[in-house]
């Protein structure tokens, strides 16, 4: 009886642990990438996306180049749970191009490293690192 109630116990943690995830990103495999975000059922913080960047990476990770930036107009419902599908490049309704300023996107290049996030103090789930390759978006996998 005792090892029911310790498995029920994690079991119930584990469960609650799982629904309390901040905002975080998923990437498809296509040219250009299509971004998903997701958000723990029970988080109590993290969970709206209040711009969104994609930028060239250097060998150290480091920022190297915005290239474009994309923020939900005001009013838009920016939670988790209402947010769409982001194609790279293409606004969507209730979104506004910040970067560039005119125009659009450049294309994503073979061979260049690229991530993709919210703002890091805000949402620091909301991030991922991929490269094109094959035509392809690959996730570069966190470290």
Known sequence: ????????????????????????????????????FSAGQFAECCTHLALFTVYEVDAGKDVKNVIWEIRPKSGTDNSATRLPQITYGQVPPGFEQLIPSVGTAPALQAGKVYAASGPRIEVPDAFVMFRIEDGKAMRIPDE
């Open 1 to 36: 009886m005792k090892s029911r109630l310790y498995i029920v116990a994690i079991l119930s943690l584990l469960l609650a642990v799982a629904g309390c995830r901040s905002l975080s990103i998923s990437i498809n495999d296509t040219n250009p990438p299509v971004f998903t």
